[in-house]
């Protein structure tokens, strides 16, 4: 109602152009044709105060507790608000270790456990959408498959694209693969995956991620900071490596071969991988099949 057409700079590749739907008003005299009202995001149904109401007399006394809930593909940013509280009252620290515990069944929606604070562990059997641990704030992801599965976890893709996207510190634990650009811009994080996509480890600043499968291609551009280690069975991951910014080098250090084997020990633990214990079990044999990357 407030634009109209200058006649004064029409020329001759404007005369087919069609403005009348802009110019268009509503038919209807009882809608409103400015912004008349804030936007409704509907946080007044997320799935999170659901959580803040079982679990407020626990964070408030730091006692300690164990959930068991479902989830489904539309629960978006599972844990956001609830960190929100433990960090207004507790700050980054967070609440003491293993205080809140919550294993979740079925497919987790977009961003599950973004900005997760510390020790609230979420265990998820099934599934989960994009942007798994988004921001994570040092709290903990495990991710496995479905009971009673008859494939093999660690070939199939159990997560999203831009998982641990600017991941400041915590742990993830991934029974299976992920998609493209896991890890991109970590920054403090521990993650342990069986398979990623392309762009893994994108502009990484810090942190520590364990492959122990497949890559895609570009893996570690732009990473300033961090390690990652990768389980290069093919002998493949140096043509799938940008070496713009990392060196590679068979683990050959005792101390990077000591973090190492924990890792997959924790991982062994959290999730029962199948493929963790294959390689622990054929340890000899499977070390120098690992490269570290590490930034120049």
Known sequence: DLISINEAIQFWKTKNLDFSKIFSMPQDKSLPVKCSKGQEHGLNKAYDNNLITKLEKCIENKEKISLDMPITNVDRSVGTMLSSIVARKYGFKGLP???????????????????LAHWLNFSLKGEAN???????????????????????????IIIGNVALYGATSGEVYINGQAGERFAIRNSGATAVVEGVGDHCCEYMTGGLVLVLGPTGINFA?????????????????????????????????PDDISELRDLIEKHL??????????????????LPRFIKVFPM
Not at 225 to 250: K, P, Q, T, W
Not at 269 to 286: F, M, Q, R, V
Request: aromatic share 12%; net charge negative.
């Open 97 to 115: 270790y293993n205080t809140i515990n919550i294993n979740f069944n079925g497919c987790a929606g977009q961003s599950f456990g973004a900005f």
């Open 130 to 156: 994009d942007y798994l641990g988004k921001g994570l704030s040092g709290g903990k992801i495990v991710v496995t498959c479905y009971d009673k599965t008859n494939y093999d976890p660690s070939q199939n």
């Open 269 to 286: 633990h959290h999730t029962n991988s199948k493929k963790a214990k294959e390689i622990l079990d054929d340890w000899e044999n499977a």
């Open 221 to 253: 551009a732009g990473m300033s900071g961090g390690i990652a280690y990768v389980y290069d069975d093919r002998s493949v991951f140096d043509r799938r490596c940008n070496l713009s910014m990392v060196d590679l080098e068979h683990v050959v250090i």
